[in-house]
């Protein structure tokens, strides 16, 4: 069974602190890894995918990195609007194509 | 740019009453997927439909169904509600023929059960 476990929970940081946050995963046969952004009430919008070992992508202040164990949010100076909640999914070859395993997701707040 | 569309955005039923939920997924996009995100809860996949035949199902009661339409609208029917079911309902859609894995996700519509 595929499994996503993301660290910390909650995380408040200032306002330029910079900081990461973690996505460990267990899955059969990886097809994807999907970053995604979550206000309150509304749905998750899409940041990233990473498909390999070694594969980083970047949008403004967000890096996301890949192990073959874990993916890497990296929040660089961050801003009062990144507050939300990011939430990690996974995509394996064995649960089927539509199947999103999410993690909890990490609650971040900075604080002006 | 278009996005995917939900109605209604928030429904309130009484317990043993049926719902309808409506999506419509972002234009030339083949897949409608249906998660459920409970308070405080990671969104769990319900049904996904691949050019109007279902393609995966996930934890999905069976008081609920759902089909997709010739115009790739879907309906989520919700049957005999319970208390538990009040939740958030996302649906979300992607270009699964040409190759494209991200789901990119509606607003969602609210649901509570009284």
């Known amino acids: 069974e595929d499994q996503v476990t993301q660290s910390p929970e909650a995380l408040r940081l200032q306002e330029g602190e910079s900081s990461s946050l973690n996505c460990s995963y267990t899955?059969?046969?990886?097809?994807?890894l999907f970053w995604y952004r979550q206000d309150p009430g509304k749905g998750p919008e899409f940041l990233f995918t990473?498909?390999?070992a070694g594969e980083e992508k970047e949008k403004e202040r967000l890096k996301a990195t890949l192990t073959k164990k874990e993916s890497f949010l990296h929040i660089t100076a961050p801003k009062p609007e990144d507050s939300a909640t990011y939430l990690c999914?996974?995509?394996?070859?064995?649960?089927?194509?539509?199947?999103?395993?999410f993690g909890k997701g990490t609650m971040l707040l900075v604080s002006p | 740019a278009a996005g995917v569309i939900q109605s209604p955005r928030h429904l309130i039923k009484e317990k043993r009453e049926t719902a309808t939920l409506k999506c419509y997924p972002i234009p030339r996009h083949d897949t409608v997927y249906w998660y459920q995100q409970g308070p405080g809860q990671d969104p769990q996949f319900l049904i996904s439909?691949?050019?109007?035949?279902?393609?995966d199902k996930g934890s999905i009661p069976d008081r609920f169904s759902a089909q997709q339409f010739s115009d790739y609208h879907s309906e989520l029917n919700m049957s005999s509600l319970e208390l538990g079911d009040s939740a958030l309902y996302f649906c979300?859609?992607?270009?699964?023929?040409?190759?494209?894995?991200?789901?990119?996700f509606g607003p969602g519509t609210r649901l509570t059960v009284l």
């Open positions: 899955v059969s046969g990886l097809r994807g």
């Open positions: 999914a996974v995509q394996s070859h064995v649960s089927g194509y539509s199947t999103l395993t």
């Open positions: 990473l498909y390999s």
């Open positions: 979300a859609s992607s270009e699964r023929l040409a190759g494209v894995d991200e789901q990119f």
């Open positions: 439909f691949y050019e109007k035949m279902q393609s």
